[in-house]
């Protein structure tokens, strides 16, 4: 093969930045003018995802079965990267000086599905493991009533163990599912390219880990309305910590 047709190599994970504490509060600034400048989109989304947030509570609320409820869990996970991807799509387009819209989200989605459902897929077996997780801690630690000691050690283990599984959640999540809907790449890649930023930038990130975990718990308290404005403005602010924190120039665009 000649020299002018080689094609150079990708690097194995792509390059992120070093940023600064002060990062995350940017990306909610930058999301939340995406927000404003894209209401309508916004209310569509927002909308179904506290839609679907209702019906998974009512339902695990009535039912209590944990069959039942990763049945339900599990369809969650396979959709929330598809309305994340176009929530995605939004941004990506704002940044690109061109008119946002529904058509455009569901076209994009369409595009990436199947590197998305490789995504779902992997987090259905960290939630899977994860709830098996918890009943091995209920085996081991059994609780009885009036025992404090029991209950703190309880307590101690299964927020360890939680931390764990939540951390790999968020770190292989944080800057993945942004890229496969900019760049023609595999998901693997795009995992361990998120991870590795995490771990290259592990305060910033744990501080925009706690302020995604914070917004959440006040849509939720919120009786799931809040989560109509949260949820479309944390993925708004995602796109531009993807944008701000990996460098994907190797990968072309997505077209």
Not at 151 to 161: D, P
Not at 187 to 206: C, D, E, H, P, W
Request: glycine share 6%; hydrophobic share 60%.
């Amino acid at each position: 093969m000649s020299a002018e047709h080689q094609v150079a190599p990708k690097p194995f994970v792509v390059p992120c930045a070093d940023l600064p504490l002060s990062a995350p509060l940017r990306w909610l600034q930058l999301g939340w003018q995406d927000l404003r400048r894209a209401p309508g989109l916004t209310a569509i989304f927002g909308l179904v995802i506290a839609l679907v947030s209702v019906v998974i509570s009512i339902m695990a609320w009535s039912l209590g079965r944990f069959a039942l409820l990763a049945t339900l869990l599990s369809g969650f996970v396979f959709v929330a990267p598809l309305i994340g991807v176009g929530l995605y799509c939004v941004s990506r387009e704002l940044e690109a000086g061109e008119r946002p819209a529904l058509a455009h989200s569901f076209t994009l989605a369409r595009r990436v599905v199947g590197q998305a459902a490789v995504f779902a897929l992997a987090q259905l077996v960290v939630l899977l493991v994860w709830s098996r997780a918890g009943m091995m801690v209920s085996a081991f630690v059994p609780l009885a009533p009036g025992d404090w000691h029991a209950l703190a050690e309880f307590l101690l283990i299964g927020s360890a163990i939680g931390s764990v599984f939540a951390a790999l959640t968020f770190a292989s999540a944080a800057l993945s599912l942004p890229m496969i809907a900019d760049r023609e790449v595999d998901m693997i890649t795009a995992v361990v390219s998120s991870i590795n930023a995490v771990l290259r930038n592990k305060f910033t990130m744990a501080l925009w880990a706690a302020i995604i975990a914070t917004l959440t718990a006040i849509g939720f308290a919120t009786a799931f309305v809040g989560l109509i404005v949260i949820m479309p403005w944390l993925a708004y602010a995602s796109w531009h910590a993807y944008r701000q924190t990996l460098d994907p120039g190797a990968w072309p665009r997505l077209e």
